[in-house]
């Protein structure tokens, strides 16, 4: 059974498109069976592409469940589940036993979908598991990834707990100097 989004929900993407079935005898048709399966297949697919970053299945930091996550979060995932179970549908069953070519709408929701995930586990160039963009908020990051993942892609934001005086005593002083090998006093 799907777990974040509804048969009802791929069935109105795919409105006109796609012709779908209570009667598993019909061949023409996508059964509800069948797509129940498809949709599981596709959140599956979600949740092992975004593993490099987030904990499956997906849930709240706090350990709540999928839905009490903030809307913002969900409907990333959702979108994601919701597009790639449209994709395989139609890889499945669009334009079968018809003279319609689905191939140019297959295509460009392909791509969407790949951008909207690349986007999400994008490593920035050059650097060695650094996010380019902060982890969606709340979404539990996986275990593997829950102490390096802070947002700032390894930035520091405070160096010390002065207000912007030099390093402290353990690190070399920026006000000391090769010559005199002390701090500098004006």
Not at 48 to 68: D, H, I, K, Q
């Amino acid at each position: 059974m799907p777990q974040y989004i509804t048969a009802a929900e791929v069935r109105e993407r795919l409105l006109g498109k796609v012709k779908f079935t209570n009667d598993p005898a019909d061949e023409n048709a996508v059964s509800s069976g069948f797509l129940e399966q498809i949709i599981e297949e596709a959140e599956g697919e979600v949740e092992l592409r975004l593993s490099v970053r987030y904990e499956a299945p997906f849930m709240c930091e706090t350990g709540e469940a999928f839905g009490a996550l903030p809307t913002t979060t969900r409907v990333q995932v959702q979108t994601l589940c919701r597009m790639e179970s449209v994709r395989r549908v139609l890889a499945y069953d669009f334009g079968r036993g018809s003279a319609v070519e689905g191939e140019n709408y297959f295509k460009g929701l392909h791509q969407d979908y790949e951008a909207r995930l690349e986007r999400l586990v994008a490593i920035r160039e050059g650097q060695f598991n650094q996010f380019k963009y902060p982890p969606l908020p709340g979404l539990r990051l996986a275990a593997h990834n829950s102490e390096a993942d802070d947002g700032f892609s390894g930035r520091v934001l405070v160096t010390s707990d002065n207000l912007g005086d030099g390093a402290p005593g353990q690190m070399p002083s920026p006000q000391e100097t090769i010559w005199n090998g002390r701090l500098y006093e004006p």
